[in-house]
């Protein structure tokens, strides 16, 4: 992942489309290391999840243009690249395993980020229905010690269709069902860095198959 770090970090630096066409070349030989690494974790991950099926890296790499439409900020680049190994590639709308390679931030993630409407109520539903299961895989030690908590934004009131005075309806209010783990650039850079994602990733495991359970229901 040294050549991916490099070329983001220069990037990051010169996020312009002169530097960018000049070092074309670099950036194809950066994203082609990514793309390998995400097509030698697939297979691993399935190996536990079978759910993801046969997705390859240009199912799950996002494009590292920009969409500058509706943003202030015009730079034309991301200055990383991301990977979300899920059942139907990057778009299918289920909750899978991501990886993000930033010479800022890196980190490994999962869940299910921003999903639509009718599939956040589902998700809502599958919660307080089942909600000791839910909470029981959220407060696992193992967990806990990798990913933390599910953060992000929360409503301020109670989901519509739901009740008030459900006890945990603080796990209602969520907009994504999401988990981080940080990986700095030592953690990238080492040897065994993939077998670290993937151990990362199989911690995870058990809240993509709640997820996607009130998905597929």
């Not at 800022?104 to 919660?127: D, T």
Request: aromatic fraction near 12%; charge should be positive; hydrophobic fraction near 35%.
């Amino acid at each position: 992942m040294k050549n991916v770090l490099d070329f983001l970090t220069e990037l990051s630096s010169n996020n312009n489309r002169e530097w960018f066409t000049a070092n074309k070349s670099r950036y194809l030989e950066a994203r082609a290391s990514f793309d390998a690494m995400i097509d030698r974790l697939i297979p691993e991950i399935r190996k536990f999840d079978p759910s993801i099926g046969p997705v390859t890296a240009k199912d799950c790499v996002f494009r590292i243009y920009r969409d500058v439409r509706f943003s202030k900020d015009k730079s034309p680049y991301k200055t990383n690249m991301g990977g979300f190994i899920v059942k139907g590639g990057r778009k299918g709308g289920y909750a899978g395993y991501y990886l993000h390679i930033d010479p800022v931030e890196s980190f490994i993630a999962g869940g299910n980020h921003m999903p639509s409407p009718e599939h956040l109520k589902k998700i809502r539903q599958e919660i307080m229905y089942n909600i000791d299961e839910f909470k029981g895989i959220l407060n696992k030690p193992s967990f806990r010690k990798t990913y933390g908590s599910i953060e992000g934004d929360r409503l301020s009131r109670p989901p519509k269709d739901f009740p008030a005075d459900f006890p945990d309806i603080d796990l209602l209010k969520f907009k994504s069902y999401t988990v981080m783990h940080a990986a700095d650039s030592k953690v990238v850079l080492k040897d065994d860095f993939e077998g670290h994602v993937i151990r990362t990733f199989r911690e995870l495991y058990p809240l993509n198959r709640f997820l996607n359970r009130a998905l597929e229901g």
